[in-house]
């Protein structure tokens, strides 16, 4: 009986350490998933910059696969918030590919833009690294298509914003 109340004590006090130890690794964490998503200001309003999105990501041979958006949905309940669009890009050979390296990782799929309506009438366009995105499934196939991904990304959302 004493040994297994002992047992206990010991267990709880690993459960407290171990709670300390990762509110104190909280700031890092957070540190390290900012350099992982991108943002890129813009001056212009949110129809356009949507607009513009769509056609960068063709002109980058990529496909708009989804689309999701509060503020368009508030709006047919007579609410208006500043606008916000989640858009869900991919291809299906980049598809392939990934489930070939990990079919955990389809999960991820589609990568995703996420355009926002400022204050100031200025958009905003953000979106987590390909590489971020996939980094935890621990595949170098999946990593090699996540780094030509971190490029045409970059060139959709540069497109998009110039």
Partial sequence: MTRTLFSLFNLQRSLRLAA???ILSLPSLQAQAA???RRIDSAQSFAQLHERLAAAVVANKMLVVTQASASQGAASRGVSIP?????????NDYAVRMLDASIAAGIEAPLRFYLTENAD???SLSWATPSSTFAPY??????????????VFAAIARDATE
């Fill in 121 to 123: 009438g200025s958009t």
């Fill in 35 to 37: 350099d992982e998503v």
């Fill in 20 to 22: 300390v130890w990762m």
């Fill in 138 to 151: 621990a595949s170098p196939a999946l990593d090699e298509m996540a780094r030509e991904l971190d490029d």
């Fill in 83 to 91: 606008g916000n669009l989640v858009v869900g890009v991919y291809r």
